[in-house]
């Protein structure tokens, strides 16, 4: 059974900076890409980044770019999203991601992952 779970979301001003952290259990971590996906209230989940099994490949969406930083310690199976710069238009329940055990790539479509976190929210005041 594989398992997530977030820390570090929490209320922050504009400009300001967050680290969230998600612990993955129930499976090898390492062979997985994982990511992180974020809802705002009445919108679409979306992807803010990804990182591949090795931490060689990133991808961040264009609203992240330059402000967010996906980074993982195989290790101690955690994967990280480094938030700065934050605005008020990044408040959203953030979540992170695994696909589906024997597909090692997830993608940029939360239906290509089978398991998320309980979310953890981000809320960025004016």
């Known amino acids: 059974q594989v398992q997530l779970v977030e820390s570090g979301g929490g209320l922050v001003q504009a400009g300001g900076s967050l680290r969230l952290s998600c612990t993955a259990s129930g499976r090898t971590f390492s062979i997985y890409t994982m990511g992180w996906f974020r809802q705002a209230p009445g919108k679409d989940r979306e992807v803010v980044a990804t990182?591949?099994?090795?931490?060689?490949?990133?991808y961040y969406a264009d609203s992240g770019k330059g402000r967010f930083t996906i980074s993982r310690d195989n290790a101690k199976n955690t994967v990280y999203l480094q938030m700065d710069s934050l605005k008020p238009e990044d408040t959203a329940v953030y979540y992170c991601?695994?696909?589906?055990?024997?597909?090692?790539?997830?993608?940029?479509?939360?239906?290509?992952?089978?398991?998320w976190g309980q979310g953890t929210q981000v809320t960025v005041s004016s």
């Open positions: 991601a695994a696909p589906p055990t024997g597909r090692s790539w997830g993608g940029l479509h939360p239906s290509n992952y089978d398991y």
């Open positions: 990182i591949s099994s090795s931490s060689a490949t990133t």
